[in-house]
Each structure stands twice: as C-alpha cells, then as structure tokens.
C-alpha cells in the first residue's frame, strides 16, 4: 500500500484514539496535528510524536501533501471544517453524529459527491468482529425474519449536576445531546445489523438536571468526574440525559431503545436483543467477545469471539485469534483500514460508513427530536 499522510482536528479524547488507530494501519502518516490552541495542539503533537501543530486547521488544509483529515472536534465544528477539507480536496473521516442538523449533513454530502472524495462517519462501534458475525448470520437467515429488537445506551460519566462536559450544551453539541452522542450509534447499528431502516418512531425525552455547574478550566470527555466541586459556573441545561424511543423497522419489526447519560455504574453499556422468526443474538459492548445465541428448542449458547467460528467475512474483522480480546480501540482501527484502502485506490469498494449513513442518522434525530415534542409517532 502506498505511504499516505493524513491530519488529525481535536486532541481530546477522540484525538487520541484516532491517532493511536492511525499508526496501527502502518502506511498512514499522522503529517500535522490541529487543537482550540497553540498550547494543547504543541502539548498533543509533543505526546504522540507528531512536529507539525497548529490551532488553525486551516494551515493543514493547505498543505497539497496531505491527503485525508480525522475531524475529531465537538459536533458544531464538524460541518465547517469537513466542508473546509473537502473543498480543499482532502478525503475526510468524520466523527459521529455528523452535523448540528439535516441541512448542514446534506451540504456535505452534495460536497463529497461533487468532488468524488472518500467521506467516512465514524460508526466504529458497528465493526466489533462479533456484531459483524451477527450480521452475517442476519444475512444468511440463521435468524428468520426479524420480529423484535430491543436495547439501550447506558452511561454514568453525566450523573451529578457537577458532571461537565462541552456536550450539555447546544451551542456546541446541537440539540440532542444523549440522543446525539450514543442514540446515534445505537440506531446505526440495528439499521446496519438487521438491513431495515427505521420507519417510524414515538420519543420521551428528559432533562433531569435543568441547571449543571460548568467548571471554570477546559474539561476533557469523561475526565469531569475528577474535579473538585470548587469553580463552577451554574448553568441552564436542555439537552436530554435520557431519552426512550419505541421503533418500527422496516414494515413488520418492531423495537425499542432507550439511552441515558445517567446511569449509574454503566460506563459504556451499549447492548441490543435480536428476535427473529428462528432464534435470538444479544450482545454487550462491555463483553464484547461474547455473542449470546437464544434457541427455542435448544440450550441457548454464548459464541466466544473466534475468527475460525464465523462467517468468512465476519473473520474479516478479527485480527487476532480466539481468545485474545479485540476491543473499541481494534473497531476504530478496522473502520480506518477500509476507509484509507479507498483513499489510496479510488477502485476499492465502499465499506464502511459514509457521509450518506450520516445524513440518514441526522434526519432520525431530527425526527426523535419532532416526537418528543408532539409527543406522538413520527414516520421518517
Ligand atoms: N465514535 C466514538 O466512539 C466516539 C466516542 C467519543 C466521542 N466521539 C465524537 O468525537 C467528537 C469529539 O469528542 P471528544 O470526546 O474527543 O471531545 P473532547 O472534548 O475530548 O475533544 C475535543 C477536541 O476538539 C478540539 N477543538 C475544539 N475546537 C477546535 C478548533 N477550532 N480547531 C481544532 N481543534 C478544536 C479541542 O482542542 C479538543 O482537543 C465528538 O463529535 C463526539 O461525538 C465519538
């Protein structure tokens, strides 16, 4: 594979990880890196070996030699700046959710097309080799048709009104902020998994804290806990910690989800319930070797992550034998593998999350958003 050189936009939590799954792929060099300001992107760019640092994007964007961008910055940027690299001719992997709403998810979709450039939204979760084992088995029917799915978002890193991050706000987050955050991925993954679109959908919302106190410093994602509750700063919230959602998919199934920042002693507990006609699969991110098989007339059964178990293409996404974990960091690395096997030969097939998967997810949150507030069933 050809040596390609990438950029990397926010140096907090996702900064990090994304960096980190870069320099696994062996033939994507991290060629500047980009913060809020000089000191943080100098203070990255000296922790991960990178020289070039900047608190102007823009400078990178400049640069004729660098081909892609990582936008890994809070969700208002995300627009502007991978509107900037696309039209500065860059292949762009965009964090999730994609935009602030469906107009701006739209542009850069028409962008992307018009300028015929790799445009990835970073559904990593979706690429845990035993969820693509489930959608194997989706595929070739070992479930029947699907009936029901169910499942929820669960974490605690929001529970105290002293609990601060940029995403309570919508200035910055946009107007859905569980929803955004983790919702997002949730309705993702069941519409990749099960190959049904959400068709219709009936949303509770809920605010429990309506004032936070915003520390005075810069706080990182889920680093806020460890804060003394000295310098803060009270402000109003109406973004929701919680948010349960009833679904229909496609024209027969039906579900339903919850999420919630609030949840305490879940960190990341991202779970779902497949029910079709001939058995059950459940899976849990905080057990994520572990694929749980439910049978009617059979013992139910868990399937131990092992590559020599799946399906030929789920074993794709197992790079290492059975028995040695494959975790969220190894999901971030198998999105980038494909998306810079496309930036280096326009040939290869799509395979991973676009842009369009993007625009898609924001028109569901608007319509999240539409119901909670009629208080009624939504069709997409
Ligand atoms: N896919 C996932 O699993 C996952 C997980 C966490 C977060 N995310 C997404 O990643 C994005 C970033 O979240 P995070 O948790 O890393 O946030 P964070 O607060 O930890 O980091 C944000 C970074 O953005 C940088 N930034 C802000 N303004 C900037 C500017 N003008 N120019 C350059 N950099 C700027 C800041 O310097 C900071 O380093 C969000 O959109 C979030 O939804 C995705």
Redesign the pocket.
């Known amino acids: 594979m050809r040596k390609i050189k990438t950029a990397v936009?926010?140096?907090?939590?996702?900064?990090k990880?994304h960096s980190e799954a870069i320099r696994r792929l062996g033939f994507v060099e991290i060629a500047g890196v980009?913060?809020?300001?000089e000191e943080?992107?100098r203070n990255?760019g000296n922790a991960i070996g990178v020289e070039r640092t900047t608190?102007?994007?823009k400078e990178l964007l400049a640069d004729p030699s660098i081909e892609a961008v990582h936008?890994?910055?809070?969700?208002n940027?995300?627009a502007p700046?991978s509107k900037d690299a696309l039209l500065a001719g860059k292949a762009v992997l965009c964090?999730?959710?994609l935009t602030l709403n469906v107009k701006e998810a739209e542009e850069l979709v028409a962008i992307a097309a018009e300028k015929n450039l790799p445009n990835c939204v970073?559904?990593?979760?979706r690429y845990y080799p035993s969820v693509q084992q489930i959608r194997d088995m989706i595929a070739h029917g070992d479930l029947g048709e699907i009936l029901i799915v169910n499942g929820s978002y669960f974490q605690d890193w929001l529970l105290y009104d002293t609990d601060y991050?940029?995403?309570v706000e919508r200035k910055d987050n946009g107007d859905l902020r569980a929803m955004?955050?983790i919702g997002s991925?949730w309705m993702d993954m069941i519409q990749h998994l099960t190959g049904l679109k959400i068709t219709a959908l009936c949303a509770d919302l809920q605010t429990f804290h309506k004032t936070r106190k915003k520390p005075k410093g810069a706080?990182?994602?889920?680093t806020g806990k460890k804060l003394s509750p000295n310098d803060y700063t009270e402000i109003p919230i109406d973004t929701d910690d919680f948010g349960s959602v009833l679904i229909r998919l496609g024209d027969r199934a039906r579900g339903n989800f919850a999420v919630s920042q609030m949840s305490a002693g879940c960190k990341n507990r991202f779970q779902f319930e497949i029910f079709g006609t001939k058995c059950g699969v459940a899976w849990n991110q905080e057990r994520p070797d572990e694929l749980w098989i439910g049978q009617r007339n059979a013992s139910n059964g868990i399937i131990v992550k092992d590559g020599s178990l799946f399906y030929p293409h789920a074993a794709g996404f197992a790079d290492l034998p059975g028995g040695h974990s494959e975790g969220?960091d190894d999901a971030?690395k198998q999105v980038y593998k494909r998306f810079y096997k496309k930036v280096a030969d326009p040939s290869a097939a799509i395979d991973y999350p676009t842009f369009a998967d993007g625009l898609w997810g924001m028109r569901l949150l608007e319509k999240v958003k539409e119901s909670s507030e009629k208080g009624a069933w939504v069709t997409t």
């Open positions: 936009f926010g140096a907090g939590f996702m900064g990880v980009a913060a809020v300001s943080e992107a990255f608190a102007n994007y936008v890994c910055t809070p969700n940027l995300h700046m964090e999730k959710p970073n559904h990593n979760l991050n940029w995403r955004g955050d991925h706080v990182e994602t889920f969220y971030h």
